[in-house]
């Protein structure tokens, strides 16, 4: 009960602010206050200015003159030095000699896909031929083209790209718009965005009303969004029989595309680039003289063979060194196709052979080889980092009259991105540390050397089991094959792979789509708010449709936890979280912490729990590290044992202590640097939704209310939930769909005897021999029956079935009575904002 008070309180604090401001929930024509003034700026994407005179005849008029004025300014350009000089780089490009038949292909047909190898310039000049042509033939004021790149780095680095190439400042004729970030004028005429900006336009504007050209870029990723705006595409063609579409692809596979969009006629740019020689591990491991021995190590996850290199042993002869390889590939089964052990190969963790063998390599070929560019395959930011701060300690490698060590990630800063084009100083090597951004989508012009670790982050997803997990796993052939030709651009190259032949051998020829290997329940929503009717409809006509079981497991999960009502209708909830570019459960707890006023603490747990766990376990010092994290643990949670980890790292921070602190409690500056970032990125998000005003600030309702903020961390993994039986010394937990289940041992909870508490709720389990949690919060019984599933829902029934599994005592008439009557007052009270 006085949780229920201080729910009505918050509540209705928050709903009488709310009122105050009207306006601010969407409501169902889904359009949007004008408080928010950042989205309201994205709707006018590419609207044509309505000129004052409402005359045709006048508009006609003030349209053609500003085309005019438009190709003055290009031919100008073309005349100038500067001009000719670029125009000359551009004519070398292979793209550039196709472009009589990239023109003519795009006039005569409605869709139109090209392919071509990484730097031919698909990018930088394909968008850039149809918006110069558009120009000389005076419809400059008319057109618009839009570049959609699955990623923000490239949209930004290609936009200024393209801009300089045409002698002008970004966001005159060309801009770019990603989330939170755009630069856009008057006159902006080519804009490239990310797919997710183009999305969010189609929720506003089905139509793309104004819009003259699409251009899909890097299709053959198969990212799930490009997959998902191809069906909507498709939809769109013949409501719009004068918008043209160009699908653009690094790889030749065009034909699964083609067919898709009815036989379209497909391109193909020419490409050239030097021979690469290819080196194995076999071979790396010869260069360095190392030893490879079998090495057992039991972890948490049970017995995993993993691979130690040991540096004693004296140089062996070539064939000793391939049958020391072969041997122990045998041993750890490497020929059967099993995830598992080739998983373990190389290491990714800085006292691993991974990390060595690079740092020996990169001494190589600063000591030994011709000049060069040396570009870096990683798995991730955090690995990149890490491996940074290695080769920096490196009396070579960190030498800056030697070596320009850069890095090329995705939430890498623009200012930073610049450097990776620009050529350094005679005598210097540039070396890039880069994930698989640098495979397609950028190009990094004097690279001669590549080495490859063989793996990128992947989100894997079972539907059979329902669950999922983002880890770096083996990456396809054609994807080593991208990396491996990234080295032949401006002479013959070097590649060093760093895995045997026979894992080689082993990979899959293509990656999975990304639609087939992820929960859907993002997209389900988005298909919801892009009001595209039914869903499992909606996918079937995907390029290649998910699994029937990952729909149904995806719309069971929104609807309990809210997001869709039983007719698979978007609730208001669910509206809102459809605006939330994150997982729904994330996006719950942000809500829900916004509506009471306590979004200090859960904007920490919602960004920890989207970055990489901050509190470190190094095997050796596991004991340590665990009794570290429990210092801040005490309330059962280490959710809250984040949080506090986070304001302690704050505080130390400002004196300038944080690495010292870091240090002290075995956290991770890198990880906690990221919370503290995507912290307010996602306070501008709830800025966007109107959840939150713009003015108030989010620093004034925390005041250590520990159970509200366990309240909503409930409603956010809500139905993640385990039950607790203690029984003396220990307890135990159960969930419903797997019987017994275990803590992670990193977990505060798992060093405890007992949970004074009924449940605990949880972010992710793992199947490996048992089940496993991960950050788990205990839960009292009264949270669970308020914030499990969803208050924001009128489906009181639905939602007491639901629970009824879980809460025995809802049999009782009068508990459920008594429910019945607070859900009653709360929905009232939503009802009277
Ligand atoms: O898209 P695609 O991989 O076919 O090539 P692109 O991104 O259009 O790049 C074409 C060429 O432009 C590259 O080979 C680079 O030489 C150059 N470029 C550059 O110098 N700076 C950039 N930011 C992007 C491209
Ligand atoms: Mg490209």
Known sequence: LSLLRRVDSYLGEYLSQKSSTKGSFPDSSFSRSSSSSSLAAEEGLFEQQEPLASSKSVMDKILRRRSLQLRDQQCAWQESPDGKKMLKFRRNLPAYKEKDRLLTAISQNQVVIISGETGCGKTTQIPQFILESEIESVRGAVCSILCTQPRRISAMSVSERVASERGEKLGESVGFKVRLEGMKGRDTRLLFCTTGILLRRLLVDRNLKGVTHVIVDEIHERGMNEDFLLIVLKDLLPRRPELKLILM?????????????????????PGFTYPVRTHFLEYVLEMTGYRLTPYNQIDDYGQEKLWKMSK????????????????????????????HTRESLTCWNP??????????LLCYICEKERPGAVLVFMTGWDDINSLKDKLLANPILGDPFRVLLLTCHGSMASSEQRLIFDEPESGVRKIVLATNIAETSITINDVVFVIDCGKAKETSYDALNNTSCLLPSWISKVSAQQRRGRAGRVQPGECYHLYPRCVYDAFAEYQLPEILRTPLQSLCLQIKSLRLGSISEFLSRALQSPELLAVQNAIEYLKIIGALDRNEDLTVLGKYLAMLPMEPKLGKMLILGAIFNCLEPVLTIVAGLSVRDPFLAPMDKK??????????SRDYSDHL?????????????????????????????QSLKAVDSLRKEFCSLLKDTGLVDCNTSIYNGWGHDEHLVRAVICYGLYP???????????????????????????????????IPYPWLVFNEKIKVNSVFLRDSTAISDSVLLLFGGSILQGDIDGHLKMMGGYLEFFMNPSVADLYQCLRRELDELIQNK
């Not at 004693?312 to 070539?318: F, G, N």
């Not at 006292?351 to 020996?360: A, S």
């Not at 939930?721 to 969930?735: A, C």
Request: with cysteine.
């Open 249 to 269: 692809s690094a790889t030749l596979d065009a034909e699964l595309f083609s067919s898709y969009f009815g036989g379209a006629t497909i391109i193909n740019i």
């Open 312 to 339: 004693q042993a004296p140089r062996k002869r070539k064939s000793q060194i391939a049958s020391a390889v072969e041997d122990t590939l045998k041993a750890a089964n490497f020929n059967e196709y099993s995830s």
């Open 351 to 360: 006292d691993c052979i991974g990390f060595n063998l690079i740092e020996y």
């Open 623 to 632: 004991d340590l590290a665990e009794a570290a994290k429990s210092q801040f």
């Open 641 to 669: 044992a984040l949080v506090r980890a986070f304001e302690g790292w704050k505080v130390a921070e400002r004196d300038l202590a944080g690495y010292e602190y870091c240090w002290k409690n075995f956290l991770s500056a």
């Open 720 to 754: 993640g939930i385990s039950s607790v039986v203690n029984n003396g010394r220990s307890f135990s937990l159960k969930t419903m769909e797997d019987g017994q289940v275990l803590l992670y041992s990193n977990s505060v909870n798992a060093r405890e005897s007992e």
